[in-house]
């Protein structure tokens, strides 16, 4: 039978999506279904000091009790001793090899604008898939690519590549339902933090916007390389970016948020040398409004600002040292959504 006219009718529902994750999900479920497999595992990749590592992003999963969804476990791989992997980012084409405990592995290339590859999707399965099959798949992943390049036009922030702050909105929302639906699961690790360029606006009065925008594009670079994959990072504008953080311990979030402007302060920037930022950071809680927790995040900002720069605090925190009341009052800074 010629699965064909299927295959089109589900990359016509994949297609239909705007959100990058329905999209993605909806692409892992149709790979199952089409290749017959027992599992089908999105990869995206980061290049740390060079080295390509893979993080684990979302996987479907066929067993006798049905189909099982398995979303970011945030797991990162090395890539230096899986040579099938390494052979399919250096190739940038499909890979496939005989698993030693039986049936087949096959790797599909996720490729960016310029070629290069940027994610893997790993089928497992007992059958090894036909060439037309092969060629009728990559056809469709050219297709998700096209169709997420499309959304990533007017999602993305054209000098940093960052989510734009239209997007926001929509996701954090997203986020939230999730939260009220399994608030005492997932309330206390799911966070949102503001982050400021200190004295930007110096730098553009004396050096100009030129190294104003380089400031910000790497700025944005280090902040990218300080996340995972799953994380949500955007400019909001200016010299402000906030982030979205889910399933993350609050330990974990406060290192990383040290992290970051460690890694910031740290850099060489050309022409300045040291660049510093200001960070807030605060609980998302399972009816918050998106200027609410905005709000606390940038009251915690507008703290750090106060004293000294240069800072990280957590809004939790300085509510219960007696630093902040319980909720932020208005900033005249503050970030405007809408």
Same mark, same amino acid.
């Given at each position: 039978m010629d699965a064909s006219p299927l295959l089109i009718e589900c990359v016509a529902e994949t297609t239909n999506y705007r959100d990058r994750e329905d999209i993605e999900l909806s692409m892992v479920q149709l790979l199952l279904q089409f290749l017959a497999a027992d599992s089908?595992?999105?990869?995206?990749?980061?290049?740390?000091a060079g080295v390509p590592r893979a993080?684990?992003?979302l996987a479907a999963t066929s067993s006798a009790d049905g189909l099982e969804i398995t979303h970011g476990r945030g797991n990162v791989e090395s890539i230096a001793t899986r040579d099938l992997w390494r052979d399919c980012i250096d190739s940038a084409e499909p890979q496939q090899a005989t698993r030693p405990c039986g049936g087949f592995e096959i790797l599909l290339p996720?490729? +960016?604008?310029? +070629?290069?590859?940027?994610?893997l999707v790993e089928v497992l399965g007992q059958r090894a898939p036909e060439p037309r099959e092969l060629i009728l798949i990559n056809g469709v992943l050219r297709i998700v690519r096209n169709h997420l390049?499309?959304?990533?036009? +007017?999602?993305?922030?054209?000098?940093t590549g960052l989510l734009n702050r239209k997007t926001f909105e929509a996701q954090f929302e997203k986020l939230r339902m999730e939260l009220?639906?399994?608030?005492?699961?997932?309330?206390?690790?799911?966070?949102? +933090?503001?982050?400021?360029v200190d004295h930007f606006k110096a730098v553009n009065d004396g050096y100009g916007h030129v190294i104003g925008d380089e400031v910000l594009l790497l700025v944005s670079q280090i902040?990218?390389?300080n996340f995972r994959g799953e994380d949500r990072v955007y400019r909001f504008g200016g010299e402000e970016f906030v982030v979205l953080l889910r399933d993350t311990p609050e330990a974990s979030t406060a290192a990383v948020m040290e992290r970051l402007r460690a890694a910031i302060a740290a850099h060489r920037f050309p022409q300045l040398g040291t660049v510093t930022v200001s960070i807030g950071w605060t609980r998302i809680r399972p009816h918050d409004a998106p200027a609410g927790a905005i709000s606390r995040a940038d009251a915690a900002l507008y703290h750090a600002k106060q004293n000294?720069?240069?800072?990280?605090?957590?809004?939790?925190?300085?509510?219960?040292?007696?630093e902040l009341e319980g909720e932020a009052p208005a900033l005249e800074h503050e970030i405007e959504l809408f």
């Open positions: 089908v595992t999105l990869f995206k990749l980061r290049h740390e993080t684990h992003c996720l490729h +960016g604008d310029n +070629g290069s590859v940027i994610g390049a499309l959304l990533d036009y +007017g999602e993305r922030d054209t000098l009220a639906a399994d608030a005492q699961a997932r309330a206390d690790n799911c966070w949102i +933090g503001v982050l400021d902040i990218q390389k000294g720069r240069n800072r990280v605090f957590q809004h939790e925190q300085l509510v219960a040292q007696g």
